[in-house]
């Protein structure tokens, strides 16, 4: 079965720089998730979009933005980027139904190092 | 959505049954159990979910007490490949036409299976 797609899966950037990671949902997912999760701890959501809109938004910085495309890809770009930005950067996509007991499949995440 | 609590660390025997507790005492009548799991930096990995009836599928079983407030996810015959973090999420389902499908992460329970 397809599985959500995410790139780069490895990714090495310097402070101040820009990065931009990518995700491709499971097909016919309309709803996709980013998650941070840093060195020993749980992850932690960032923000969702659901039909191309932002439909939530959790503890990510201003220096973070994404959207979701018309193909429902989502892309999540970093700029001025920090040491503490290093992280592990899940994507994940949950499927338009059933609906109300949507389930999240997580991609296999984008494993960013800021030097 | 509601708080969850598990204990931090279990041990298991190859080929016995995992017995994973969670303990959601403020949980809503509208909020779902899911457990997840995360084995070394991978991505989490959906496992099971219920409302109130306990639910079986091919990974696990799950058992919710009457009143709501725990929960136990049981792996029969568990494995080394079992090996990982598990957390019990609890979150509010789908409504309407706006997700509010984030999965909020707590400590999970570390599940190692020796041989």
């Known amino acids: 079965a397809a599985g959500v797609i995410q790139s780069p899966r490895h990714l090495i950037k310097e402070k101040r720089e820009t990065a931009t990671l990518k995700c491709y949902p499971i097909?016919?997912?309309?709803?996709v998730y980013w998650y941070q999760q840093g060195p020993g701890q749980d992850p932690q959501f960032l923000i969702s979009?659901?039909?191309?809109?932002?439909?939530d938004k959790g503890s990510i910085p201003d220096r973070f933005s994404a959207q979701q495309f018309s193909d429902y890809h989502s892309e999540l770009n970093m700029s001025s980027l920090e040491l503490g930005d290093s992280a592990l950067y899940f994507c994940a996509s949950s499927p338009v139904a059933p609906r109300p007991q949507e389930t999240q499949y997580f991609g296999p995440g984008t494993r960013l190092l800021v030097l | 959505d509601a708080k969850t609590t598990q204990p931090p660390s279990m041990d298991c025997a190859e080929g016995r049954a995992a017995n994973l507790p969670c303990n959601h005492s403020t949980i809503s009548g509208n909020e779902y159990v899911y457990w997840y799991r995360q084995i070394h930096s991978q991505g989490p990995q959906y496992i099971i979910h219920?409302?109130?009836n306990n639910e079986t599928n091919e990974m696990a079983s799950l058992i919710i007490t009457e009143d709501r407030k725990s929960s136990t996810l049981i792996l029969p015959h568990a494995t080394l490949r079992d090996t990982a973090v598990y957390y019990c999420?609890?979150?509010?389902?789908?409504?309407?036409?706006?997700?509010?499908?984030?999965?909020?992460f707590g400590q999970g329970t570390i599940l190692t299976v020796h041989p």
């Open positions: 979009f659901y039909e191309k809109m932002q439909s």
């Open positions: 999420i609890v979150r509010v389902s789908f409504q309407g036409g706006t997700s509010y499908g984030k999965l909020t």
């Open positions: 097909p016919r997912h309309d709803t």
């Open positions: 219920g409302l109130k």
